[in-house]
């Protein structure tokens, strides 16, 4: 079965966010990373590149708060109703294709599905009822079970 998982996204703040949180809750990153570390950096301009493209936090029995920094700079204004989404991690490509396909019916696709640069084949939209969705399936699990 997927793993549902929040995703958070703040206006320029993730990072004071989740010093926060960890600091309540307890744990340790397991991702931090900066649009100073994507491939192509050198597009991203010089006063975004420290803030959070990823981070993720483990809150207890498999669940993962994650985050990033949604800058308007870059065209993504955060809003109420939009900082948030729901990251579904599925146990297989079929499965993300059979639940992007499912969910996203009468939305609005941001980002249809497709390999991308961290490993995963990822895509995200809008359902019809203006929930905010990402399908995140990890290429590695695939290449795993071989």
Request: hydrophobic share 35%.
């Amino acid at each position: 079965m997927a793993q549902f998982n929040p995703y958070l996204n703040f206006p320029g703040t993730t990072e004071e966010a989740f010093n926060f949180y960890k600091s309540v809750l307890g744990g340790e990153f397991i991702t931090v990373q900066r649009f100073k570390d994507i491939p192509d950096s050198s597009q991203i301009p010089p006063d975004v590149s420290d803030k959070i493209m990823h981070i993720s936090l483990p809150v207890g029995n498999g669940n993962v708060l994650m985050a990033t920094d949604a800058l308007e700079s870059m065209g993504h204004p955060v809003t109420m109703g939009n900082n948030f989404y729901i990251c579904i991690n599925p146990d297989s490509k079929k499965e993300a294709e059979r639940i992007f396909n499912g969910l996203s019916e009468g939305g609005k696709v941001e980002m249809p599905l497709s390999d991308q640069f961290w490993g995963a084949y990822y895509g995200s939209f809008r359902d019809k009822f203006g929930v905010g969705w990402m399908i995140n399936y990890d290429n590695r699990q695939q290449q795993e079970s071989k």
